[in-house]
């Protein structure tokens, strides 16, 4: 099955500088992968995801690149705010008529005023 | 709409006691997830439906935990009889299709002592 990898554990960072957090997964059929935001005491809400036909989504302040042949993907924050700090995971869907997602361990971002 | 709704949010039992967990999917959605969180083991799928329809119950850690859907607008978690080991975070998600984004719900914190 999907096995998925999420550094660093934890990360601090400074408000108005970038965060990166990267995930690596182990099935090539994988061609879904959305990063998930959670605060304390709530579920875990999307916030961007990407597919394997294309290398790149920005949102806003956050983007996720998609690197298929190392199949690693990343989360890129930019300009962060206090509000960004929070739990993230990653997640990959393996191919098509499965439904199931498999999450990374989380990265717990902390933006330092 | 609401979102996915969780009752009870909290729930504090002791050793031996059946638990009912209930969820109430986005209308519309087809697909109904049920996962675990711990700092242990992180978010792991218990089970998920389409269209009412166990598909995958392989992550249900063993009898004691069962699932049902009896209509496209209601699912229940059951733990009889429960242990401390059980004691998570369990969440509810739904999504309109297979391959499309999990909406979660904000989750029951179950306490068994």
């Known amino acids: 099955g999907e096995n998925v990898e999420q550094h660093p554990s934890t990360l601090s960072v400074q408000e108005g500088d970038s965060a990166v957090i990267k995930c690596t997964y182990s099935?090539?059929?994988?061609?879904?992968f959305p990063w998930y935001k959670q605060e304390l005491g709530k579920g875990p809400q999307l916030i961007i995801d990407?597919?394997?036909?294309?290398g790149e989504k920005k949102d806003q302040r956050i983007a996720v690149t998609l690197n298929k042949t190392a199949k690693h993907f990343s989360l890129h924050i930019t300009e962060t705010q206090p509000e960004d700090s929070a739990v993230y995971f990653c997640?990959?869907?393996?191919?098509?008529?499965?439904?199931?997602?498999?999450f990374g361990t989380g990265t717990r971002l902390t933006i330092i005023p | 709409d609401a979102g996915v709704i969780q009752s009870p949010r909290h729930e504090v039992t002791e050793m031996g006691q059946e638990v009912t967990l209930r969820c109430k999917p986005i209308?519309?959605?087809?697909?109904l997830f049920w996962y675990r969180q711990t700092m242990m083991r992180g978010l792991e799928l218990l089970i998920y439906?389409?269209?009412?329809?166990?598909?995958?119950d392989s992550g249900m850690p063993e009898d004691r935990f069962s699932a049902k859907m009896p209509n496209a607008s209601f699912s229940t978690l059951k733990i009889q009889p429960s242990e401390p080991r059980d004691s998570a975070v369990y969440f509810c998600?739904?999504?309109?299709?297979?391959?499309?984004?999990?909406?979660f719900g904000p989750g029951t914190r179950l306490t068994v002592l």
């Open positions: 998600a739904s999504s309109p299709s297979g391959g499309d984004t999990q909406y």
């Open positions: 997640a990959a869907q393996s191919n098509f008529g499965n439904e199931k997602l498999t």
């Open positions: 209308s519309g959605h087809d697909y």
């Open positions: 990407i597919r394997s036909n294309v």
């Open positions: 439906f389409n269209n009412n329809v166990p598909i995958d």
């Open positions: 099935d090539s059929a994988s061609n879904y």
